[in-house]
């Protein structure tokens, strides 16, 4: 098991349903993720437009949930990154096939439909405006706990027909922000590189279906800080890993 991976429990739980403030228009979540590595030299551009998108959310009507997700084929030219996930290569390998795009870094998918170089911040604004555009579905997060345990409910509702033509996947991951890393060898040697929105932990929780609800327990880890994470939970299609719903909740 990679080092900052984490133990996760599973089990399942029914939630009461939490409605919406009457009057406001909820915007419409869209999942970024960026494929990046401290190694690369290209990436440190690509790391700032994902941490502008997460932090200004400039798009109206869109919710950016951003992945920093740090692949480890870059660790062996001259720098390991600390961050590097081999599910995060595993994850950008499964795209390039669907999308039938090449290996890169940096490289943003956008809601599993587009993919560009992700140092691009007017094309990933554009992607952002067309997928506002597709329907998806409603995901209601909730969390308790306290010291290491942290345990994260989602209730799924109205998926759209589209996304019920294919079977849903869910998804846990918790990211943190605000990390600062020197460099001391490979292309970025000497440079200090922070990161937002760093993937600490992915994993599936099972098929997702409206009504079924899920409920995570995360154990967190010493090195990582608390009032830096969020709990992202979102739901992908097996068949096109298109994103058909996500949300956010701090776990602080």
Not at 35 to 44: D, I, K, L, Q, V
Not at 76 to 85: F, Q, R, V, Y
Not at 164 to 172: G, Y
């Amino acid at each position: 098991m990679h080092p900052i991976r984490a133990a996760v429990v599973f089990v399942a739980t029914i939630l009461a349903v939490a409605m919406p403030v009457q009057g406001q228009a909820p915007s419409a979540p869209v999942l970024v993720e960026l494929f990046t590595a401290e190694g690369c030299s290209s990436c440190p551009p690509a790391d700032e437009v994902l941490s502008r998108l997460a932090r200004e959310q400039p798009i109206a009507g869109a919710q950016v949930i951003a992945l920093g997700l740090h692949v480890d084929y870059w660790d062996e030219l001259g720098w390991k990154d600390p961050a590097s996930l081999h599910l995060a290569t595993e994850r950008q390998d499964m795209y390039s096939r669907t999308l039938r795009s090449e290996l890169y870094t940096p490289q943003l998918v956008v809601n599993g439909r587009v993919q560009l170089v992700g140092s691009d911040a007017a094309g990933a604004r554009r992607a952002i405006v067309e997928a506002v555009q597709h329907p998806h579905a409603q995901l209601t997060l909730a969390k308790d706990g306290q010291g290491t345990s942290r345990t994260v409910r989602a209730q799924i509702a109205d998926v759209p027909p589209e996304a019920a033509k294919e079977k849903l996947e869910a998804f846990v991951a918790v990211t943190e922000d605000g990390l600062t890393s020197e460099v001391t060898r490979g292309e970025n040697h000497g440079r200090t590189l922070h990161h937002d929105a760093v993937v600490r932990m992915l994993v599936s929780a099972g098929t997702a279906a409206p009504g079924r609800d899920i409920q995570k327990t995360i154990e967190l880890r010493p090195e990582w800080n608390a009032g830096r994470l969020k709990a992202i939970v979102f739901l992908q299609g097996k068949r096109t890993h298109q994103i058909w719903g996500a949300a956010s909740v701090p776990v602080g």
